[in-house]
């Protein structure tokens, strides 16, 4: 409410410049909202960072995924994998990782000259 009432237009909610000020009888509707008890939880990401455990996978071990988890992020999509039947593809070769950045960031495949240079 603090900032629904503000008089600092730094601080006021919704802001000035949006032209979208609560009308007297909405802000006498959320003061009565809270009067009643209105319940307040906090968003997610204003709560504190709790550790999460590497999972253990147990994972069918071949050269494919030997090497394949680099970090413990892999891990997790690993498990997930485990999970759902899945493996993981092998490693692209540069020439493919290249197309891939070029079709990513500017749609068209790469200058066959930028190919070669690799």
Not at 8 to 18: I, N, R
Not at 87 to 101: G, H, W, Y
Not at 103 to 108: N, P, R, S
């Amino acid at each position: 409410m603090h900032r629904i009432i503000s008089k600092d237009s730094s601080l006021q909610m919704p802001p000035p410049d949006s032209y979208a000020a609560l009308t007297t009888d909405e802000v006498q509707r959320l003061r009565q909202w809270i009067g009643q008890g209105a319940r307040f939880q906090s968003h997610w990401a204003f709560e504190p960072l709790q550790p999460v455990a590497t999972p253990e996978v147990s994972f069918q071990e071949d050269s494919n995924n030997n090497s394949w988890a680099k970090n413990s992020i892999d891990l997790f999509v690993l498990q997930k994998f485990s999970q759902h039947g899945l493996q993981p593809n092998a490693s692209a070769d540069l020439a493919k990782l290249l197309r891939r950045v070029s079709l990513d960031l500017t749609g068209l495949p790469p200058d066959p000259d930028k190919v070669q240079q690799l």
